[in-house]
T-cell receptor, first 109, second 115 residues
């Protein structure tokens, strides 16, 4: 039931772009994205509630393809502060919410 | 800004001992969750709680685990007989909306070390 993310890890130079994908084997009705810094709790980035929805949060945006049961997170012109592990989270039925496998993102100067 | 608070921040226990992890969710939230994260690994769902009862639980949440909301503010996770593999960071989260429709607010976590 856990969504699968790709890539598992990525290293970027400041200013470069990245895409993180999240794919589920089950039908989704929403997708969340969270970022976790080492030793800290996950922090909410955004939620997508409708298929086809796209959202932006400064230079971080996401899309949700409901039919394909996929979501992608786009990081543009990355900054050092973007480093961390990114998790998608998906809700399908009931009050069960699964986090994805995680993508470690490292931004270097 | 309202926040979820967890205690203790770190607990060390001997295998076989009982542990209680405490959480104070945001006051007007109705949905509560426990997750765990083994060091460097994925965040795993344990249980969700609504209206004073368990809504959903994962395969991890077996008979050694229990949750309760004893006094309307605290939300506790009890592990009856700890095992070495229970060593992890345990996160409490709360939300005002049914999961999937609103943000989960996480506490800072309780690190459990079982020796």
């Amino acid at each position: 039931q856990q969504p699968v993310q790709s890539p598992q890890a990525v290293i970027l130079r400041e200013g470069e772009d990245a895409v993180i994908n999240c794919s589920s084997s089950k039908a989704l009705y929403s997708v969340h994205w969270y970022r976790q810094k080492h030793g800290e709790a996950p922090v909410f980035l955004m939620i997508l509630l409708k298929g086809g929805e796209q959202k932006g949060h400064e230079k971080i945006s996401a899309s949700f393809n409901e039919k394909k049961q996929q979501s992608s997170l786009y990081l543009t012109a990355s900054q050092l502060s973007y480093s961390g592990t990114y998790f998608c989270g998906t809700a399908n039925t009931g009050n069960q919410f699964y986090f994805g496998t995680g993508t470690s993102l490292t931004v270097i100067p | 800004e309202p926040e979820v608070t967890q205690t203790p921040s770190h607990q060390v226990t001997q295998m076989g001992q009982e542990v209680i992890l405490r959480c104070v969710p945001i006051s007007n939230h109705l949905y509560f969750y426990w997750y765990r994260q083994i060091l460097g690994q994925k965040v795993e769902f344990l249980v969700s709680f609504y209206n004073n009862e368990i809504s959903e639980k994962s395969e991890i949440f077996d008979d050694q685990f229990s949750v309760e909301r004893p006094d309307g503010s605290n939300f506790t996770l009890k592990i009856r007989s700890t095992k070495l593999e229970d060593s992890a960071m345990y996160f409490c989260a709360s939300s005002s909306d049914r999961v999937g429709t609103g943000e989960l607010f996480f506490g800072e976590g309780s690190r459990l070390t079982v020796l």
